[in-house]
């Protein structure tokens, strides 16, 4: 069973930085697409950052230019760098991966991020 454990949550100030990271049970060179989804208190997950095999990233326009997806194949983490963050950051982060199209396979639990204005 795959594995998917986020960190680096936690209460930030608007205009700091936050990495998150998303560690993986098993090589990223088994799936297809990896991806960061928010979940904003009383709103439906969200994907805003994603990445396949090739490398190839796509991003939310609302996070757009400062929101980095990225990954460590060796570490087997898959990353997410927020700079400058903003209040409507705020919420909960999770990872996700999967083979193939379609929905997505593997979940992470999420990380608590909370941005002070």
């Known amino acids: 069973q795959v594995q998917l454990v986020e960190s680096g949550g936690g209460l930030v100030q608007t205009g700091g930085s936050l990495r998150l990271s998303c560690a993986a049970s098993e090589s990223f060179s088994s799936f297809d697409m990896l991806g960061w989804y928010q979940q904003a208190p009383g709103k439906e997950r969200e994907l805003v950052a994603s990445?396949?095999?090739?490398?190839?990233?796509k991003y939310a326009d609302s996070v757009m230019f400062r929101f980095t997806i990225s990954r460590d194949n060796a570490k087997k983490t898959l990353n997410l760098q927020i700079d400058p963050v903003k209040p409507e950051d705020t919420g909960v982060y999770y990872c996700?991966?999967?083979?193939?199209?379609?929905?997505?396979?593997?979940w992470g639990r999420g990380t608590q991020v909370y941005v002070s204005s």
């Open positions: 990445m396949n095999i090739i490398g190839r990233t």
């Open positions: 996700a991966a999967r083979r193939g199209r379609g929905t997505w396979d593997y």
